[in-house]
């Protein structure tokens, strides 16, 4: 069974309108559209190294049959996952060096950002320059 656990990332961020509009390597955070809101984004932060998989579309289950998941919201943006084959894939030489990894979903109407990651993700609303 693959559980989703919605997080609050700290402001409202309706799934289906946001879209994933960068993602910086180097700094391990991407920053996601806030829906209605054209001068700020969220930054998710990541403080660990990671693995990263960026699917571009709704996120639609290319691993498992749904019926076996619990805990999706409609139109909710942000998750942590328990039991899903990406986390539990994970490269072995990975696991030894690393230990433990958390996996982190993000969900939007144009694409889907999973995570691996030892830690936490920090969420932050940061001004964007135009």
Known sequence: ???????????????????????????????FVIPGNEDQVLRIHFETDVIV??????P??????SSAEEGREPHHFAYK??????????PEAWGEVFGPMNHFQ??????????????EPAFEVVQISR
């Open 81 to 90: 996952v328990e039991g899903a084959p990406f986390a539990e894939n994970r």
């Open 1 to 31: 069974m693959i559980r989703f656990l919605p997080l609050d990332v700290g402001v409202a961020i309706d799934a289906v309108a946001s879209d994933l509009i960068g993602f910086d390597w180097q700094n391990r955070s991407a920053d």
């Open 53 to 58: 998989r960026m699917l571009d579309e709704m």
């Open 106 to 119: 993000f969900v939007t109407g144009w694409g889907c950002l999973d995570v691996l990651t030892r830690g």
């Open 60 to 65: 639609l289950s290319i691993e498992s049959d």
